[in-house]
Each structure stands twice: as structure tokens, then as C-alpha cells.
Antibody
């Protein structure tokens, strides 16, 4: 059974930093693209960032480019999201999502999602 | 960025009736490999989103055949026939054809 378990969410002041982790199990982690998707309070879904299977290629939404860094450790089956210079508009539930794509560089659709972790940015 | 536009934004249906949600993309989602990366998700109240349909019309294993997806190019539809109480939630379409990946605004389905 595929499981994605996020951790690291917290309450942080504007300008602060946080690192989210997503521990994966139940599939060959190193084969698949992984993404972070967020959902602001009462809002829809927003793709934040993705990392290709090998980890050598990363992609970001414009809203977080230059502030967030995605990475993965295939030996630990874990994907991370380092978030710096946090703003109030980054307040959201952050979901880790497994892409169904296993290839050199691809995104397709998310076949599994974590339970989500709350990040609150406020003074 | 590819803009995904869903309609209607809310829907109230009597059990047993059908429901249809439209999703339009600002550009074609047809990839050079011949696949069209349009997927549908349902977020039930208090839960994470769950995949329903991918590549326009492929149903996730175990999904009731009451759910069907159709469309091509830039126009797509999710149809739920014989709506049941358990179908309540917010439905999202998403495109995987180009970065950044983008979602529709969501359609809230209420079952009367």
C-alpha cells in the first residue's frame, strides 16, 4: 500500500523558514516524479514544486521560485521542501503527491496524495 | 501558464440524477506522444484529494463506472451518472501537459 507521510509543518513568522518532509513507502520511490501541492484556507489546489525521479531536475511555480527548494533522498524514500522568506500567502495545507510518471522527465497526474500538513505564516 | 476553467462552480443534485462538470483549458493538452494529460480529482470533506480519472477518460482501478471522463484538445467533461450521497465534495480538473501544472478552480457537488 502506498503511503505518503508529511511532517514539519508549523507556525512561523513572516520572513521565516521551514522544511517539510514527506516519507514514502509502498512503491519504488526512486522511479517516480514527486510534487508538493498546497491549498490555502478555503481555496483550491495549487501545484508548488516537483522533482524528477533522479532528483537532477526540479521545477517551481512562479509564486515560490527563488524562495522554495525541493529535493529528494532516494536512499531514504523522502522528498523535502525547504521554504524560506515565508509570506502570509504561503499559509496553506501542503500535500505531498506521487506522480504516476516514471521516466526521465515527466509529469502526468497524481495517483497518491499524503494527508497534508499545515503551514501557518503569521506575526 | 495553461489556465483551467471549470463550470459550474457549484452543483446540487438529487440522488439518482446525473451531474456533469466542464473543464476547459486555455491551450491544447495533447502531448507529442499522443496522450492528453487531463485528470480529475475529488476532495471529499476533510480529506486529501483523490485521483478519479486520468488521461481524459481512464478510470482509476476500483472507481465505479458511474464516473466517466470525455473530451479532447481543450474541452473536457466529467460525468457522474446516478449520483450518490458519497459523491459529495469538490471536483478538480488538472492539466499535466505543461509546467506549471495547473488546476481548475474546483466544482462543489452537493447531494440534496
Amino acid at each position: 500500500e502506498v503511503q505518503l507521510l508529511e511532517s514539519g509543518g508549523d507556525f512561523v513568522q513572516p520572513g521565516g523558514s521551514l522544511r517539510l518532509s514527506c516519507a514514502a513507502s509502498g512503491f519504488t520511490f526512486s522511479y517516480y516524479t514527486m510534487s508538493w501541492v498546497r491549498q490555502g484556507p478555503g481555496k483550491g489546489l495549487e501545484w508548488v514544486s516537483g522533482v524528477i525521479a533522479g532528483g537532477g531536475s526540479t521545477h517551481y511555480a512562479d509564486s515560490v521560485k527563488g524562495r522554495f527548494t525541493i529535493s529528494r533522498d532516494n536512499s531514504k524514500s523522502t522528498v523535502y521542501l525547504e521554504m524560506n522568506s515565508l509570506r502570509g500567502e504561503d499559509t496553506a495545507v501542503y500535500y505531498c503527491a506521487k506522480d504516476d510518471c516514471s521516466g526521465v522527465s515527466c509529469y502526468t497526474h497524481f495517483d497518491h496524495w499524503g494527508q497534508g500538513i499545515l503551514v501557518t505564516v503569521s506575526s | 501558464d495553461i489556465v483551467m476553467t471549470q463550470s459550474p462552480l457549484s452543483l446540487s443534485v438529487t440522488p439518482g440524477q446525473s451531474a456533469s462538470i466542464s473543464c476547459k483549458s486555455s491551450q491544447s493538452l495533447l502531448d507529442s506522444n499522443g496522450k492528453t494529460y487531463l485528470s480529475w480529482y475529488l476532495q471529499k470533506p476533510g480529506q486529501s484529494p483523490q485521483l478519479l480519472i486520468y488521461e481524459v477518460s481512464s478510470r482509476l482501478s476500483g472507481l465505479p463506472d458511474r464516473f466517466s471522463g470525455s473530451g479532447s484538445g481543450t474541452d473536457f467533461t466529467l460525468k457522474i451518472s446516478r449520483v450518490e450521497a458519497e459523491d459529495v465534495g469538490v471536483y478538480y480538473c488538472m492539466q499535466g501537459a505543461d509546467l506549471p501544472l495547473t488546476f481548475g478552480q474546483g466544482t462543489r457537488l452537493d447531494v440534496k
